[in-house]
């Protein structure tokens, strides 16, 4: 028994087990790995780095690599030599050279006092000292204060290495004070050859198949994909892994599955739907892993629809594409778009979801039946519902409440012969169609709920049509409704706000533009500290498209036209211009004034 908690504990995680211990080891880096060698054959080894990419790309690998061959007694060409004490030291953790910090729970002030005073002593063996500091953006304000002055001028046997998976976080004073490096997702054939590579060292059995799919799943990430192959060679020990043993393990679903939903979603087969999914639940498939997994389907439908020779693009077997080519031509681009849509929104929602089941059966709804949605590409759905029924034989074609369609089973005459078991004559489904085309875009285009135009219609037209609507249906805002807008903003504006506006518009500061006096029209100013022009809602809020959009949205809640403007300003946020006409109208209880800018 002892023999066996002996095996147990000896056993090490293969991302663990194969962490590159040389340069050419590290795979989809190529061009850091370039840039790293250059500076260590020149003597040209910076004070400072930061390493910036998603998680899995090899960040802390190359710290450790980077650490030992500058340390390291007999460098080589690939990096560190691995027989050196000095190599050996840093390899079991031993060694005093090179520190590891992970920022997530030494975040503080103290700690990185404690670097400060640290670095004061040169190493006594080996040639640097380096810290590498995992997961940077996750240090507190006054802790990045502290490490500014060290690590612009820190002594010359010093090397800081930050690594991070949030650069936009870090401060751009830690920023500007290191060479950045920025990690690349990992080419799915390079994980696939890495992943083959090691199942041949650990004497296992793999199908190539299988090793791609968990490529794919780790979508980019090394120690992802280790991982997963990890649980999967446990699951599938004295066997061969397979493809199917892969999506049993991992809880993915087969693209069998995919088609027959889709098929199913087609034909308005709502009992068939529930079955799949009461099956991949009884299955024990997660249904967020679900929900990403159709969703790229659907993606690879819509593009071999547009484009059918570009499987290999979508890194796809010969047999699947066929399969797909074959299913996209039941659905119109326009369709298959929509699917996308809805199903983008559901992959958000699902993880917020305390109902993921329910969430995910109100998607499926929304995609089978087309008009419970209002915009132009449900009513292209609900056309070609229409046009499919009066297609088939047997079929009877759904008949509008102000339209009556006869029931006459004769043919009528040439060029006008009637659909077999329908009893409507061609010409006259083409002006049914025609008709509720014209009937449905004037209605929308009337009340202006036309807010998602797709192909079909000339999208820029169809959008100044919309947007003209709205903006003569409206009365400017006054000074009154800008500084109600304001003062309402969080508590009743937000929450009636779509989509990303309604996430960005939660995380801005606005107050009615100074320019304007008590009377006549008034604007809504969006307020950014200066520090934030790389953020991503600011960026959002300078495009003349998005800013045009979010001020319609807020013209339709409050019924009055607003206008918008953007500014950035020295200082916090909930602050408030002193030239604002509103300066004098606002309970300033617990807001903070700044001067205007000069």
Known sequence: MKEEELVYMSYIALYRKFRPDSFDEVKGQEHIVTTLQNQLRAGRVGHAYLFCGTRGTGKTTMAKLLAKTVNCENPTENGPCGKCPSCKAIADGSSLNVIEIDAASNNGVDNIRQINEA??????????????????????????????????????????????????????????????????????????????????????????????????????????????????????????????????????VSVDIYIELVKSIKSDDALRVLDIINESIYNGKDLTKFVDDFTWFMRNVLFLKLSPGISKELDMTEENAEELIELGKAFSAE???????????????????????????????????????????????????????????????AQPESVAISSDTESSASGGQSRAGTGISDSEIQDLIKNLVHKEIEARI?????????????????????????????????????????????????????????????????????????????????????????????????????????????????????????????????????????????????????????
């Open 119 to 252: 670095v004061q002593y040169s190493p006594a063996q080996g040639k640097y000292l380096v810290y590498i500091i995992d997961e940077v953006h996750m240090l507190s304000a006054g802790a990045y204060n502290a490490l500014l002055k060290t690590l612009e001028e820190p002594p010359e046997y010093v090397i800081f290495i930050l690594a991070t998976t949030d650069e936009h976080k870090l401060p751009v004073t830690i920023k500007s004070r290191c060479q950045r490096y920025d990690f690349h997702r990992i080419p799915l054939e390079t994980i696939t050859d890495r992943l083959v590579e090691i199942v041949d060292r650990e004497g296992g059995d793999a199908t190539r198949d299988a090793l791609k799919f968990i490529a794919r799943t780790a979508d980019g990430s090394m120690r992802d994909a280790l991982s997963i192959l990890d649980e999967c060679m446990s699951a599938s020990l004295g066997s061969t892994l397979d493809r199917e043993s892969v999506l049993k393990t991992i809880g993915a």
């Open 335 to 397: 369709t298959l778009t929509r699917y996308l849509n809805i199903l983008q929104e559901l992959c958000s929602d699902i993880r917020a979801s305390s109902v993921k089941r329910v969430t995910l059966e109100m998607a499926l709804i929304r995609m089978m039946r087309p008009e419970s949605d209002t915009d132009l590409s449900s009513v292209i759905g609900r056309i070609e519902r229409l046009e499919s029924a009066g297609v088939g034989a047997g079929q009877v074609v």
């Open 446 to 598: 009337g009340d202006g709920t036309f807010d998602n135009a797709k192909p079909h219609v000339d999208k820029k037209k169809q959008s100044d049509i919309v947007l003209k609507n709205i903006r003569e249906k409206f009365p400017p805002a006054t000074a009154d409704d800008i500084m109600d807008l304001a003062r309402k903003w969080y508590r009743d504006i937000v929450p009636k706000l779509s989509g990303l506006k309604k996430e960005y518009a939660n995380q801005i500061s606005v107050e009615p533009s100074p320019e304007y006096q008590l009377e006549g029209p008034a604007r809504l100013r969006i307020i950014f500290d200066e520090n934030d022009k790389e953020n991503n809602r600011y960026i959002y809020f300078t495009i003349d498209k998005n800013r045009s959009e979010f001020a319609d949205e807020l013209s339709q809640i409050i019924g009055k036209n607003v206008e918008l403007e953007v500014v950035t300003r020295k200082g916090v946020k909930d602050t408030l211009d002193k030239d604002s006409f509103a300066f004098d109208k606002i309970d300033f209880d617990n807001i903070k004034f700044i001067d205007s800018e000069e």
